[in-house]
Each structure stands twice: as C-alpha cells, then as structure tokens.
C-alpha cells in the first residue's frame, strides 16, 4: 500500500502587526538619511527648499504606502510586487523585476550596505582599513545564517535593530533640536558645492528635480514587506497597517533629522558636509557624539542588511515556484519554513559582487529601475482594479483612498524621478537597461519550459 503524497511545505504566519511595520521602517532606513541629507542641500541651496524635498520624498512615500497596502489586501503573496506585477501587467514585467532583484538591486545593494556597515565599525573599534572586506563577508554570512531558521528569528533580529536605529537617530534628532544653542550654526564654508537659492522659477524645478532622486532613494523599501505577505498574521488588515504605520514614522523621523542637521549646521555647513550625522552630534556633544552616531550607523546597516535577507529572497522562491526559475529555489526547509538555497544563494551572490569590488558600478547602472518597477506596479493596481470591477467582485478591506489621482501621481513621481536619472547619466541607465533586458531570454527559456513541463 502506497503513501499518500507529502503536503508540499507552504510559509507559517508568524508574524503581527509589530513585526510587521518593524519590517518596513527597517526596509527604508539604512544609510541614506546619515548621508543623503548632504546631497539634497547642494542641489538646492536653501534650508527651506532643502526641507521641502524631503516633504515631498515624504508624501511620495505615503502614496506608495496606499498603494503597496491595497495590493498587498488584493494579492497576499509572498513576493510582493513580483506578483502584482505578473498578475496586473505580465508574467515577464513580474520576471523582469525578480531578475533585477537578484541579479543587483538586492544583491548589489547587500555587497554596498555590508561595506558600509564594515567600514563604520573598523573605523569605531580602531581596526585596520584592511579588515573591511572580511568584516562585510562576515556580516553577510552571519545574516544568511540567521534567516535561514525561520522568519520569528529573522523577524526579532530585525526589530532588534530597528529599535537600536530609531533609539540612535532619536539621539540625533534630540541633541539638534533642544541640545545646541539657538545660534548654533557652525561657520562651515562650502568650497566645492553651490549654496545658492536658484535664481529663478525654472531654476527651482531643476534643481527640486535633481535632488528629489537622493530624497526618494532614502525613502525606498517600504515595498519589501509585502514580500513576506504569506508570513503575516491576517495580512488583509496587519499588511495595510504595517506599510501605513511604518511609512509615518519613517517621514516623522526623516524630517526631524533634517531640522536638527539644518539647526545645528545651516545650510552651507550641511550642503559641505561629508558626514552630517557625524558632524551634527558632534558639534553638540564632541568625540563622544562621533562615537555615538557611528555606532548608529552600524546598527542602521546592519539592520538594513538583515532586512534585505530577510525579505529578498521570498521573491526569487515565487519565480520559482510559478516555473520560472531553478525548483531548488520554490522548496522550503520542512521545518524552518524558509526558502533555503535561495537565502543561501543571495548571500553567495552578495559576496561575489561584494569581493570583485564591481557592485557600486552594478548598482549605478540599476537603481532607477526600482523607480521604473515601483511606477508599473501602481499601474498594476489600476489594472487590477478594473478587472475587478467587470467581474463584479467583492472590494477589498482596504482600498487607495481618492483613487486613481494617488495612483496617477506616484506614476508620475516615478517617471520623474527615472527621467532625472536618465539625463543625469544617460550612460548608466543604458547599462542597467542592457542589464535588465538580458533577463528577457531568460525568461523565454523558463516560461517555454514551464510550458512543456520540462
């Protein structure tokens, strides 16, 4: 008498709505508000213009919240715009961006921040410059580790960290907003940026225009949680209020530290600075300041990089577990529930691109792709919409309030903010277009053998 065949593993929800939107403020804040900041104030060369990029970055963000929320209540899947994308446009526009996703965006962005992380942490236990590389792979290695043994232990590192982080930039926010003096403004002299208010109104777009891009990548990631979407716990109603709570503290945080940069070293000190965090602290609080936020710093990557193995690798065990990618990826472990070879393979490939020393020029050439995806996953929401509506069914729990202008708008942000990177550097973006489309054959291979059942 045979057996009957084995139920298939499927993900456990394990996780609430604190995990949840510990996921996603985790996902956003990496590295990009300690530095980025910097950026911003060049480019537009006023403290008030400076803060308004960052309101904007802000309500772009929220919109993409609305948005991720309501996709995330209509298809609750593990793999997030991957299968929003393959549902509401074409399996190869949800192919394409889990190509992307593993050929670079998460990987290259894995090799960056493990670097960052390495470098901040040499640098604050006074370790040789040549222990960075080992002390990156060692941080990859021991993330991979940690996320193969279920998503609970994944997960409770992430919060972990992200408490740790908004506890460092709560520090930040409070010694620039109520620990300098009133006339704090360091003589900081920009000798190599321009500071200058932009003359005229065409002035102002181009400049607002060039300095959102710097803005919405430090607001990026907020999509990375519903990757996990078959982990949470009722993800219809914890999915939505994650992304919403967790954007909103994002924002608050964001444009505190901005105040506090801008209070304490104005906006010349700001747009010359190559370590505003460092230098804000600083200033108020001397060594131990510098001490202080490098040490935030560190948890910050580090958390960021949890975050990505965490999350990232759910992607690539859909594409394979619609046929599109290698079986051994769609399998996870009996036990722990988790997609092993492809965890294990992600931080194979982050070390790779990580010891060739090739992934900022990867990364240069695809990070406006995350905006080409994010702008065709809110058209996929439209799309799905309508489908909807013609069948008839059933609205879900939560839906984009104001539809479609929030939707119209985020496209249009995106298209913005692809076209600002397209004509910053029209060389890279055709490299990371070149990127992307070798993912096309690949995708024909894997969906003609899906096709026969080879």
Not at 340 to 368: C, E, M, P
Request: charged residues 10%; proline residues 6%; glycine residues 12%.
């Amino acid at each position: 008498m045979t057996s009957p065949p084995a139920e298939p593993v499927s993900y456990a929800r394990r996780l609430g709505l604190f995990s949840g939107t510990m996921s996603v403020i985790g996902g956003i804040i990496g590295s990009g508000i300690f530095l980025n900041p910097a950026i911003v104030a060049q480019r537009v060369g006023t403290a008030s213009l400076t803060l308004l990029a960052w309101v904007l970055g802000g309500v772009v963000a929220i919109l993409g919240g609305f948005i991720y929320a309501e996709l995330g209540c209509r298809l609750p899947k593990a793999g997030g715009p991957y299968a929003y994308l393959r549902a509401g446009i074409h399996p190869l526009a949800g192919f394409l961006y889990a190509w992307a996703l593993l050929l670079i965006m998460a990987t290259g962005a894995g090799a960056a921040v493990s670097y960052t992380f390495a470098s901040y942490a040499a640098d604050l236990f006074g370790l040789a410059p040549s222990f960075r590389t080992p002390l990156a792979i060692g941080a990859i290695g021991i993330f991979t580790v940690v996320n193969l043994f279920g998503v609970q232990l994944g997960a409770w590192t992430q919060n972990v960290f992200v408490l740790l982080k908004l506890g460092a930039l709560a520090l930040l926010i409070r010694a620039g907003l109520w620990l300098s003096p009133a006339s704090g403004v360091l003589p900081v002299v920009c000798d190599h940026c321009t500071v200058a208010a932009p003359a005229s109104l065409a002035g102002t777009v181009l400049a607002m225009a060039t300095a959102f891009v710097p803005v919405l990548f430090a607001y990026g990631g907020w999509q990375q949680t519903n990757f996990i979407a078959e982990e949470i716990i009722a993800p219809e109603r914890n999915l939505p209020r994650a992304l919403l709570l967790g954007v909103a503290v994002v924002v608050l945080v964001y444009l505190s530290a901005n105040a506090a940069y801008l209070r304490v070293l104005g906006v010349g000190g700001l747009a010359a600075s190559t370590a505003p965090a460092a230098e804000t602290l600083g200033a108020v609080m001397g060594p131990l300041g510098r001490k202080l936020i490098a040490l935030g710093v560190v948890i910050s990557t580090g958390g960021f990089l949890n975050a990505i193995t965490l999350l990232s690798p759910r992607v690539y065990q859909a594409l394979a577990r619609d046929g599109l990618f290698l079986e051994s990826f769609a399998r996870l472990h009996p036990r722990w529930r988790t997609p092993v070879v492809a965890i294990l393979f992600q931080g194979a490939w982050s070390v790779v691109l990580l010891s060739s020393g090739s992934y900022g020029h990867l990364l240069d050439y695809v990070v406006f792709a995350d905006w080409i995806f994010f702008g065709s996953t809110a058209a996929a929401l439209l799309f799905l919409r309508a489908r909807s509506r013609r069948a008839n069914e059933a609205p879900p729990a939560f839906q984009t309030p104001g539809s479609p202008i929030p939707e119209l708008l985020f496209i249009a942000a995106a298209i913005y903010v692809v076209a600002g990177s397209v004509a910053s550097n029209p060389g890279n973006a055709a490299c990371g277009i070149g990127l992307i489309g070798l993912g096309v054959p690949v995708y024909w291979y894997w969906s003609r053998r899906a096709a026969t059942g080879a």
